[in-house]
């Protein structure tokens, strides 16, 4: 099987290959650095205005260089992923014509730019929760650090092997098996008699369920649509290569910006917020003063914030088997060993659960609000909410059942409970923001040559690339309201694969071989990485 030939020109109706070395404007560079300045100005200045409004004094420097370290790398992963991911999003509309290369990797950087500032967060943290508990708990220590600077650093060689050999490969896939190299090591590492609790596996099974069948989905998805669109829509220029050099038609060609800046904008908010969940689990344990809790919550919500802790408390201690709530540090350390070696239903983990309800209640109560919690009070309530809110979590997949009263009131305080730790600053969301859409414009020829030429052995056809492109946003989009982190990647370059297919375009498989390849490994290589990476890193910090 030879692979396809795209001519440097369209002749007698041939497609034309795109010029993918068209020179950006004399200004771009300037622009670029501009815009990188404004992130880390304004991330800066963000940064010293939380401080300065707790009343955090100047970190020791070996801490602010670590901090900034760490910082650095986390947003170094979301620019890498911007050029090797978003390349898929501007394949279609380079190869069809709608728009010069240039001008469409720029456009599609500015709405992973919105996408990001418009994210709901919710995946931000759900990718948090696959991390072990203790080392989320005591992440400004040295193992926290040591598996910050591990997963990050093990997800972005990944990534940059893959994009060096023109690899479509999941960033998202990458950092999810990075994360659980780090809860192994950390479980292989424990010193003997000691629970960790390593890898949250039924949360990384529903992880990875998403990640695993997204591009089977993409797949059939994007061939039935196709096939759909051609029962309903007759217009036989869609199903067309293009005329050489020339654009689409208008329509046809609005119809593919389109789907370029969904696929462009969904891409923002589901991947950005890994990165931003990252940033924030940095900055906890560097300054919880400023981080640990959510201090944007207004002082109204305290009422209902207490009613629900008491209601929890009494649900709580009704399990507990006349079982005494005990002191509050004696109750973290029950939750907490209760949560690494997952056995959470037992009386004196309830009567835990009570006491620390009860801690938090008290505390919110008499400070008047999360907000107004003070700076030597903080680390211990946000572990306290933090450690409740698991375990009400994670009852659940313990085959603990509640009646139908107490489960909708858990739930409430579980939300309440996240509301109070869950936040991301203005300032985080734009540094990201900004690393995400300048990684776009970057490093993206090599993505968009395999995308555009050799997944299929034909020229993609203008409503090949429409199907695909529409089936990764609704999916990506669809992913982001559940909070499931998914592969733009693996939907989109499926998604053209699946056309080709359904279309009777043939595939090079010698491509879908190497792709299929990078999938499978993509797990077993970033584990492997991160985990020595942290066997390593845990040996110097």
Known sequence: ??????????????????????????????????????????????????????????????????????????????????????????????????????????????????????????????????????????????????MIFALLIAAILWNLGTWALGLPNSSSHALIGSIMGVGLANQFMAPEGYATSGVDWS????????????????????????????????????????????????????????????????????????????????????????????????????????????????????????????????????????????ELDRPQVYAALAALSDDIARGVQNYGAIRHVPAEATPNMRNDMYLVADAIRLLPKQDVSFPQAEETVLKSYQEALNAGTRYIPDWVKFSVAVALGLGTMVGWKRIVVTVGERIGKQHLAYAQGASAEIVAAGTIGLAEVYGLPVSTTHILSSGVAGTMAANGSGLQWSTVRNMAMAWILTLPAAITLAGGLYFILRHVF
């Open 1 to 146: 099987m030879t692979d396809t030939v795209y001519p440097a020109r369209g002749s007698g109706g041939a497609p034309g290959r795109p010029n993918l070395d068209q020179k950006a404007h004399s200004a771009t560079p300037i622009a670029f650095l501009m815009l990188l300045a404004a992130g880390l100005g304004y991330a800066v200045h963000g940064f010293v205005t939380d401080l300065q409004s707790v009343g955090q004094p100047p970190l020791a420097i070996g801490a602010f260089v670590l901090l900034g370290l760490a910082l650095l790398i986390a947003l170094g992963f979301e620019f890498v992923n911007g050029f090797h991911d978003t390349a898929n999003a501007v394949a279609t509309v380079i190869y069809t014509h709608s728009m010069p290369p240039v001008l469409a990797v720029i456009w599609s950087g500015a709405f992973n730019f919105l996408g990001v500032l418009l994210s709901s967060g919710a995946v931000a943290y759900s990718v948090i929760t696959l991390l072990p508990v203790e080392l989320i708990l005591q992440v400004g220590s040295g193992a926290g650090y040591a």
């Open 203 to 342: 949360q990384a099974m529903s992880v990875l369920r998403a990640l695993l069948f997204s591009p089977l989905l993409g797949f059939a998805l994007a061939a039935l649509l196709l096939l759909a669109m051609k029962l309903v829509i007759r217009n036989r220029k869609l199903y067309e290569a293009p005329d050489g050099q020339h654009p689409p038609p208008p329509a046809i060609r609005g119809l593919l910006i389109l789907t370029c800046t969904a696929v462009s904008f969904a891409h923002g908010g589901n991947d950005g917020q890994k990165g931003m969940g990252l940033i924030m689990l940095i900055l906890i344990g560097a300054v919880p003063t400023a981080y640990a809790l959510n201090r944007t919550m207004p002082d109204s919500t305290t009422p209902a914030f207490v009613q629900t802790s008491r209601q929890a408390q009494a649900i709580f201690q009704s399990r507990a088997a006349g079982q005494p709530p005990g002191p509050a540090e004696e109750a973290r350390r029950t939750v907490g060993d209760a949560l690494r070696a997952k």
